[in-house]
């Protein structure tokens, strides 16, 4: 794809993507060829400062979870009420760094179909 | 493998395990006197009213004793953690002595399918969602 276009795309979305994968995604987009910017502006990001907020106000539920796609962990968080309240903590350090996580592995796999 | 979210199986099996572990500790510590009564749910604390789960780990205590009605009325989820915390044992066991993945598999494909069906998981979650009212018009 064209250098120019995905740094532009890396640009507007800096925010869903950790820092230190920026490099790898950016040289699998360029890799890529062009008809992959479809699949990729069709993907969905989880924006992590909501995912934070989520996780904050009702994180004991395992909404913030849920909302990442992380199914069986939210199963788990909200059966265990929010892990005796320690998952929910260590969650709200945690889930800012998964919801960049998925993010990137989310268009790593959009970029490989 | 599936989808955006599924983690390596080494750091899955080490989670598993470990949660394995503190629920089983959990559950020794709460019948001690020290803990026993104590309330350490963040959302009770706060809003003072009872969780989804709130009394499971009453239950499985209860079940352990073999009152099982008792356990059903303290939270039915217990039966849930329950067959949960004992399949999961077994199942850990056989996939780290062997070295297959079945239990890896089985938990990400399941997800797979209740991220793509909604449907699916609003009827896996309603029950919680009914139990939960229950326990709040209890009170």
Not at chain 1, 70 to 96: E, N, S, Y
Not at chain 2, 39 to 55: A, D, E, N, V
Not at chain 2, 69 to 97: E, K, R
Not at chain 2, 106 to 128: A, C, G, H, N, Q
Request: glycine share 8%; proline share 3%; hydrophobic share 50%.
């Amino acid at each position: 794809m064209d250098a120019q276009k995905v740094d532009m795309y890396l640009m507007a979305h800096s925010k869903y993507f950790e820092s230190h994968n920026i490099g790898m995604l950016r040289q699998a987009m360029i890799d890529a060829d062009e008809s992959k910017m479809i699949a990729i502006q069709s993907v969905s990001l989880k924006d992590p400062t909501t995912t934070l907020i989520l996780s904050i106000l009702v994180g004991y539920l395992g909404i913030d979870r849920f909302m990442l796609g992380d199914i069986g962990l939210g199963i788990g968080k909200l059966l265990t009420c929010g892990g005796l309240g320690i998952w929910q903590i260590v969650d709200w350090f945690l889930i800012m760094d998964r919801a960049k996580e998925i993010n990137n592995n989310n268009v790593i796999a959009a970029l490989s179909y | 493998m599936i989808g955006g979210s599924t983690y390596k199986a080494g750091t899955f099996y080490v989670y598993a395990v470990l949660l394995l572990v503190a629920g089983v500790a959990w559950l020794m510590l709460s019948a001690t006197p020290a803990i026993s009564g104590h309330i350490l749910c963040p959302f009770r604390k706060i809003t003072s009213l009872p969780c989804p789960s709130c009394g499971s780990t009453t239950s499985v205590s209860l079940m352990m004793s073999g009152q099982w009605q008792s356990a059903f009325y303290a939270n039915p989820l217990g039966y849930v953690i329950a067959i949960v915390m004992i399949g999961a044992t077994f199942w850990l066991t056989v996939d780290i002595a062997t070295g297959r993945r079945g239990l890896y598999n089985t938990y990400y494909t399941i997800e797979d399918r209740l991220r793509r069906r909604p449907l699916l998981l609003f009827i896996i979650l309603s029950p919680v969602i009914a139990i939960w009212i229950w326990k709040l018009m209890s009170t």
